[in-house]
């Protein structure tokens, strides 16, 4: 049996490449453990995922997947092949990256991916400069907190905050820098009056980070300085908190770049900043729409540095 998926992969490799299609369904339901999880990954019905798996299963002859109340887990048949058929991505990967790379056409879509909070906060207010400059581009967006793997082709590049990417072939560029301080509604301080930063925000309501944001540097600088502050509002999302301080319902840290219709408390220098990085993988940094999109984006941070930076 496991000769038989071993072959079945040679010849994936070799002759019949139009197979792969379903090794990568493979992989994503290996990788997700559900086909509902698959599915988003590739963008496609999470009938479509079970169709081509049981298709796959079929024309190795062998289970590869036990279907459990938790999810989908590897049999040791879909195990021992796992590897190899990773190698194969690897390979067909490679091979698409290298074609991309050297088009040299300013057409097509270009996905990009970054946060929702610096997508709706700060770029998307500005792409209609990007089509009027490149009319025939197509910009999709890929939201998210989490990274993506640009050697998989998840996106063509990204744009993130923070600390650079630590995986090989990746080409990281900063373009800039984004701040964060303390904010409060104005009817929040007509009601409450300005909050002394020095007297731990006493007094205050406060509008706090939950899950992941809250071991972020914006989402620690309320627990270090004023860990003794009522929480009224905890969300695990920068456009949520935000939408709170907005609300008036406390005070809040967000990045400079949303500081419109909200008052900083303190004034000054911001509280921290974060290094802006553009990111895209080097089998890509050739290819026409990928440094259009480069260009644009690393332009508009430097035309809006101070915002940015909240400077």
């Keep these: ?21 379903d090794y990568r369904y493979f992989l994503a ?20 995922v079970g169709r081509r798996l049981a298709a796959l299963e079929a024309h190795v002859g062998a289970r590869l997947f036990d279907r459990t109340p938790e999810g989908y887990a590897l049999t040791a048949e879909g195990e021992s092949v796992r590897a190899e058929v990773e190698q194969l991505e690897h390979g067909f990967l490679a091979v698409e990256r290298r074609l991309a790379g050297g088009d040299a056409r300013l057409a097509g879509t270009v996905r990009l991916a970054t946060t929702e909070t610096f997508a709706t906060g700060f770029l998307i207010p500005h792409l209609g400069r990007l089509r009027a400059e490149h009319p025939a581009l197509a910009l999709e967006l890929v939201l998210g907190n989490q990274l993506v793997d640009l050697a998989r082709r998840e996106a063509d590049l990204a744009l993130r905050l923070g600390a650079p990417p630590k995986q090989p072939n990746l080409i990281a560029r ?56 009522e929480v009224v509002v905890r969300a695990n999302t920068v456009d949520a908190v935000h939408a709170a301080v907005i609300a008036g319902l406390g005070l ?59 400077s």
């Design 252 to 310: 809040g840290v967000l990045p400079c770049m949303l500081q419109d219709k909200l008052d900083r408390v303190g004034g000054g220098s911001p509280l921290g900043s974060a290094p802006i990085w553009t990111i895209v993988h080097e089998d890509l940094a050739r290819n026409a729409r990928v440094r259009a999109v480069l260009g644009f984006v690393s332009g508009l941070v430097h035309d809006h540095r101070r915002n940015l930076s909240g």
């Design 1 to 21: 049996m496991r000769e038989s998926l071993a072959i079945a992969c040679r010849s994936c490799n070799s002759a019949q490449v139009s197979e792969w299609s």
């Design 174 to 229: 900063r373009i800039g820098s984004g701040g964060f301080a303390l904010y409060a509604a104005p009817r929040y301080l007509a009601r409450h009056g300005t909050p002394q930063l020095r007297g731990g925000l006493r007094g205050h309501a406060i509008v706090a980070y939950g899950g992941e944001l809250a071991n972020a540097p914006l989402g620690r600088w309320l627990a270090d300085h004023a860990p003794d502050a």
């Design 29 to 48: 339901v290996a990788r997700a453990g559900s086909l509902s999880a698959a599915a988003r990954r590739l963008r496609v019905d999470q009938s479509t």
